[in-house]
């Protein structure tokens, strides 16, 4: 009997972006098939489960062969095995090192051990993200760790570059603007260790951190004055750190504290209803803003910058029943006020300190 045969011959390489996904997420052949039939691909080509199978199974084959190449991605554009059309490559790298941000967001700031199978088995069951999947993502807080080298490669790469931090992930690893930060965001915190698990913090979400790390980045750290040394943007001013000691003067002398005080309830009265709790707290607001400044000399200070910021500030002003926007305006005139101040000299450190506390209390705060 003779069988007609419909064939097509192309080089462009096909790749179903469902199925790519499942693979990324850590699916085995036979699960994703389970999935894809769910989804009415049977009925939508008209197709029998073994085709189905087959056409998996050789997507799989080919993620599985790109995925060296997806280690570094400028090779992707110029090997000739696979002819990707350059948008699919595009969405092959991004989605390659997207992460999911409930599990970035329990180990950040976290460095775990060699032996971390327990630790990936405890958050994949915690965030539901797979543990193949967690093993994708398993990288840089993890430096020194043997068995996932995935994501560890963007930390082994821009360590060693000067320039811009999130520039060096953008060009090197061919990601968007917006995933090049958070990559930057978790070197910023894996580098700098971060307290981010105590319990006063869980309700902060990765992009809450993401969003501070930003503003951290942009100018607390070396590269914030010289854009060209190595670490730039990975390792805090240690000259600015010492600076921020003059700040105390704002809490221990008596006179510019209740200067500082009256100019601040000045421009308050009459704005806002929790003016009086404002006043009535001012000095135990300043003293506790002014002394994180004055202790970040210390590394682990530098560790408890949030949770200090969470108990020293937000934690009194939310029991007042502060809003967002009495926040604002508080911390607006708070740092405004110091301007005003005639024997107080360090106003550019003062605004490059309370630049970032500002914004970052704002992120913070969820009224």
């Known amino acids: 009997m003779a069988v007609e045969l419909d064939v097509f011959v192309g080089n462009t390489t096909i790749m179903d972006e469902e199925v790519y996904q499942l693979w990324l997420d850590g699916y ?6 389970k999935v894809r039939m769910e989804g009415g691909v049977l009925e939508e080509f008209e197709a029998s489960a073994d085709v189905l199978l087959s056409d998996t199974m050789d997507q799989y084959r080919t993620f599985q062969m790109c995925e060296r190449l997806l280690h570094s991605p ?8 696979f002819q990707i ?13 997207a992460f999911d941000d409930a599990f970035v967001r329990e180990v950040l700031g976290k460095k775990l051990s060699k032996g971390t199978k327990k630790d990936l088995d405890d958050i994949s069951a915690k965030t539901s993200v797979t543990l193949k999947s967690c093993r994708r993502q398993h990288w840089v807080q993890f430096i020194g760790c043997d068995g996932f080298d995935n994501f560890k490669r963007v930390f082994k790469v821009v360590e060693e570059l000067k320039g811009p931090l999130v520039e060096n992930i953008r060009q090197h690893f061919l990601l968007s603007d917006k995933l ?5 965001a978790i070197v910023f915190f894996a580098n700098n260790r971060f307290e981010t698990g105590k319990r006063k913090l869980q309700y902060l979400t990765f992009q809450d951190f993401a969003f501070c790390a ?12 010289d854009n060209m040394v190595e670490d730039m943007d990975v390792d805090l001013d240690k000259e600015f750190l010492q600076e921020l000691k003059e700040l105390k003067i704002l809490i221990t002398d008596k006179d ?15 704005k806002t209803k929790a003016f009086n709790e404002m006043e009535a707290n001012f000095k135990n607001l300043s003293r506790g803003l002014v002394n994180i400044a004055a202790k970040l000399t210390n590394t682990k200070d530098v560790r408890d910058f949030f949770i200090d910021l969470v108990e020293k500030f937000i934690e009194p002003c939310r029991s007042d029943r502060w809003t967002a926007s009495d926040m604002r305006l508080y911390l607006t005139h708070y740092t405004n006020s110091a301007h005003i101040l005639d024997t107080f000299k360090h106003q550019v450190v003062w605004d490059r300190y309370m630049g970032v506390i500002k914004s970052c209390i704002f992120k913070m705060y969820h009224d």
């Open 28 to 33: 085995t052949v036979n699960d994703a098939v």
């Open 74 to 81: 400028a090779k992707l554009a110029n090997q000739l095995l």
């Open 85 to 97: 059309p350059p948008h699919r490559q595009a969405i092959l790298i991004e989605r390659y090192y």
């Open 180 to 184: 090049a930060r958070d990559y930057a």
């Open 214 to 225: 930003g503003q951290l980045i942009n100018s607390w750290t070396i590269g914030a004055v």
């Open 256 to 270: 510019l504290l209740d200067q500082h005080k009256s100019l601040v309830c000045t421009a308050l009265r009459g």
